[in-house]
């Protein structure tokens, strides 16, 4: 097993192969193929040629029945092709025995292969190094094999030693199990140092928002779009994997929090879902979600289904979700954004890169927040301008009046700050721009 590190440079022309079942139809076997082609053009490498292969029966041994492998090896001969790339998952039994059908000629990966080496060139942080190096190992204890045909090799010094008996396997698959349970616990104290830093930033109660979505569809640019801030934007799969959050100032001059979250695909190995539900905590702990969908990409509602699925396995599901349909500037069909409309009547559609849009999705951003506050009337006395200025941090004053006993404030107070400003919450008090009443018990006033 080839180290998923070195994997670009080893790979300059590919085979790519697709697999349609009962499960995966014609149609989408074909957008996972071209998908494919794409991830593999962000490592540099090559396609000389894709072949969706039509799969009746599983076979344990080769995926396919021998004579359909030794007829994609021969093709991939006959092209060029330094390796042959599978959509499909393989088992470490079966690419062994790819490996020894192709006389280890070709390199034999699959799609899981190709997205953890693309997630290993972009990792930033320590968090996400760690988290990638994790998959990665976890990835390969079970496929070492395929590296070591001569078991009796020798290896000379080193700290740790071979025990009576143990092989050279042995010994390295001993070595990677140390190593993914030194990255564990090397895990547990980043993410234990990251919940500190959220802790600290929740001391100031600003509402947050999570920018979800598939890969490559704008949450980046959207980020920077709303918020003037100049996070990587690239039109490549993955190139966010860290989360970055930023100021956005809603139009009644309430603060939100948004944080750009990493991709998602089809067919993310789970392991990376596993690996990477730290960075995703983001998404857990926000206030609502913003969904982002490339309206552009003809696998939209594929797109949108995958990003739910994943949003359920972390259990984000069940928050308030904005679903937001981006890059319609690049949409030519006037019936496709109208089908689109149709099928989600209740989404935004908006372009980052343009503009259009964004007003009514900010304006959409301060119902969601209104929704889950509470609007009262408060008098607040003097003394405790510590409280008004908080209730400023939080966006929640909508109108302020200074008065000998206090400072009378009106607003939609978030859930958090409820406890700190009931004491201070009046009943029957008339808004002096209407004729509005704020009902209420005589310690609360809401509506």
Known sequence: MQDTADLNPMINRALLIGVETQETPSAEAEALLVELEELVANLGVGVVGKRQVKLRKREAAMLFGKGKAYEIIDEAKRLGADSIIFDEPLSPAQQRNWDRAADSKLLIIDRQEVILDIFNSRAATREASLQVELARLEYELPRMKRAWTHLDRQRGGGALQRDAGETQLELDQRMIRTRISKLKRELVQVVKH????????????????????????????????????????????????????????????????????????RRLPHRLVEAFKATLEEALVSTFLIHLVDASSPDAQAHHATTMQVLAELGADKKDILTVYNKVDQIDDPNRLAMLRADHPDALFISAKTGKGLETLFDK??????????????????????????????????????????????????????????????????NPDSSETFPGSQSLVAS
């Open 194 to 265: 990251r919940e500190v830093q959220r802790k600290r930033r929740m001391k100031v109660p600003l509402p947050s928002a999570a920018i979800v979505g598939y890969t490559n569809a704008g949450k980046s640019s959207l980020l920077n779009r709303l918020c003037g801030s100049e996070v990587l934007a690239e039109d490549k799969l993955f190139a966010t994997l860290d989360p970055s959050t930023r100021r956005a100032t809603l139009p009644s001059g309430q603060t939100l929090l948004l944080t750009d979250t990493v991709g998602f695909i």
């Open 365 to 430: 951003c301060e119902e969601m927040l209104e929704a889950q506050g509470r609007h009262l009337a408060l008098l607040i006395p003097h003394e405790r301008y510590d409280l008004i200025n908080k209730l400023h941090e939080a966006g929640a004053i909508s109108s302020r009046e200074v008065r000998d006993d206090g400072v009378l404030v009106r607003g939609a107070i978030p859930a958090r700050l409820l406890d700190a400003v009931t004491p201070f919450a009046i009943a029957g008090l008339q």
